[in-house]
């Protein structure tokens, strides 16, 4: 028998997402019918089997796999000077 996600697994959820300093409210976790956890976060979705979801999960969010991607640093660069600049100068 296949149960669905409950109300405890939900506030352990929130709870290491706060801890790990991310917001609650912009992950979705569900159970679906071919009984796969789906947990939908910023940056994308995964499917975890019932029985590891919350293990497995967490791994990946201290991975940073559901993190927002991080844009590039705008404005200038800065020059790298080789060695052979270094030892004139």
Same mark, same amino acid.
């Given at each position: 028998?296949?149960?669905?996600?409950?109300?405890? %697994?939900?506030? &352990? &959820?929130?709870?290491?997402?706060?801890? $790990? /300093?991310?917001?609650?409210?912009?992950?979705?976790?569900?159970?679906?019918?071919?009984?796969?956890?789906?947990?939908? /976060?910023?940056? /994308?979705? !995964?499917?975890?089997?019932?029985?590891?979801?919350?293990?497995?999960?967490?791994?990946? &969010? +201290?991975? @940073?796999?559901? +993190? #927002? @991607?991080? #844009? !590039?640093? $705008?404005? #200038?660069?800065? %020059?790298?000077?080789? #060695? @052979?600049?270094?030892? !004139? !100068?």
């Amino acid at each position: 028998m296949i149960r669905d996600i409950d109300n405890n %697994e939900r506030q &352990l &959820l929130a709870s290491h997402l706060r801890a $790990s /300093g991310r917001d609650p409210s912009s992950f979705s976790v569900a159970l679906q019918p071919d009984g796969l956890v789906r947990v939908s /976060g910023p940056r /994308g979705t !995964a499917f975890y089997p019932r029985a590891q979801w919350f293990d497995r999960f967490t791994r990946h &969010l +201290d991975k @940073a796999f559901f +993190d #927002p @991607a991080v #844009p !590039a640093p $705008s404005g #200038p660069r800065l %020059e790298r000077k080789g #060695p @052979a600049m270094l030892q !004139a !100068a």
